[in-house]
């Protein structure tokens, strides 16, 4: 089975940076597409990131691209999120998914950014 854990959520300084680590287990081939969701109370959950694992493409919406990075390290299965110059906005819950979000949504991590 695929499973997904995000961790490496905290709290930190408007303008700070924070870097989520995803741990990739049980796909069957080594190319699949993983996301990074984020749902702020009261919000519905967005895609902030996604990447292909076999060519390293990355895709982010507009409004985050600069900001966040997202890589993966294959040979640790681990994908990552590098978050810069957060805002308050930024605050949510933070997932890890496939691309679609066709997994259980768990409980990810939080991030907490205070101004």
């Known amino acids: 089975d695929v499973q997904l854990q995000a961790s490496g959520g905290g709290s930190v300084q408007a303008g700070g940076s924070l870097t989520l680590s995803c741990a990739v287990s049980g796909f069957n081939s080594d190319d699949y597409a993983i996301g990074w969701f984020r749902q702020a109370s009261g919000k519905e959950r967005e895609r902030v990131s996604c990447i292909e694992s076999g060519d390293g493409r990355t895709m982010y919406p507009d409004a985050l691209k600069g900001r966040f990075i997202t890589s993966i390290n294959n040979a640790k299965n681990t994908l990552t999120l590098q978050m810069n110059n957060l805002k308050s906005e930024d605050t949510a819950v933070y997932h890890c998914?496939?691309?679609?979000?066709?997994?259980?949504w768990g409980q990810g991590t939080q991030v907490t950014v205070s101004s």
């Open positions: 998914n496939t691309r679609s979000g066709r997994l259980g």
